[in-house]
């Protein structure tokens, strides 16, 4: 029997099947799209990248004191292939899961994760509110301040960048240019 590669149709199906909330859904295609940004940059499958970028908070809506977990039943249900599941679980090591995160794509996306949000709150401070006009140093500006994006744990993106053996600063750039490709689908195309 053929093993079952999910589709990003598929991905994005099963997302808007257990995820109502609309700022969620901009999260998961900010990931995917960051996602997708480092599968090109190091030469990975962008496909199978992007579709675990897009899922990887598929129960977070639902079932938020069951994160991980919910979504590693929910994707078994579906006879997602284990490599693809593994690398959901890994992005809440330490949080909610004890699954560490080893394989690069598990690596970038336990990252990138808490950084999306941190840089989508940056661009929505700006006056243009995009974007597209955002360099990394806007987001290094708003790194300290503990009171803005208080939600994000900046501690496991500094983790993570050292796990990639790569500089914040870069991790920061590559994130916003994954994110202008889908200015408009996430909101922050702005007054541009």
Same mark, same amino acid.
């Given at each position: ?7 990003? @149709?598929?991905?994005?199906? $099963?997302?808007?099947?257990?995820? =109502?909330? @609309?700022? &969620? ?12 940004? %480092?599968?090109?940059? %190091? +030469? ?5 990248? +992007?579709?675990? /970028? ?11 004191? &069951? ?24 992005? /809440?090591?330490? %949080?909610?899961?004890?699954? *560490?995160?080893? @394989?690069?794509?598990?690596?970038? #996306?336990?990252?990138?994760?808490? #950084?999306? +949000? $941190?840089?989508?709150?940056?661009? $929505? ?6 974007? $597209? ?11 300290? &301040?503990?009171?803005?994006?208080? +939600? ?5 993106? =500094? ?5 990639? /053996? ?7 750039? =590559?994130?916003? =240019? /994954? ?5 408009? *689908? ?5 007054? #541009?």
């Amino acid at each position: 029997m053929e093993k079952y590669i999910p589709t990003r @149709e598929d991905a994005y199906n $099963l997302l808007i099947e257990y995820v =109502e909330n @609309e700022s &969620q859904i901009k999260h998961a295609l900010s990931v995917e799209a960051v996602m997708r940004h %480092f599968a090109r940059l %190091f +030469g990975e499958d962008e496909e199978k990248w +992007g579709v675990i /970028g897009l899922i990887h908070d598929l129960d977070y809506d639902k079932y938020p004191e &069951q994160h991980c977990a919910m979504t590693e039943k929910i994707l078994l249900e579906n006879n997602w292939p284990e490599d693809y599941i593994r690398a959901v679980i890994s992005h /809440g090591w330490k %949080f909610c899961t004890d699954v *560490e995160p080893k @394989e690069k794509v598990e690596i970038v #996306l336990y990252t990138i994760d808490e #950084l999306t +949000g $941190l840089i989508t709150a940056t661009a $929505l401070m700006r006056p243009s509110k995009s974007i $597209l006009d955002m360099e990394s140093k806007s987001v290094k500006k708003k790194w300290n &301040q503990k009171s803005f994006a208080a +939600g994000v744990n900046r501690e496991v993106i =500094e983790e993570g960048a050292n796990m990639l /053996g790569m500089d914040l600063t870069d991790v920061i750039r =590559e994130s916003i =240019e /994954g994110m202008k490709k889908v200015a408009d *689908e996430i909101g922050l195309r702005g007054n #541009l």
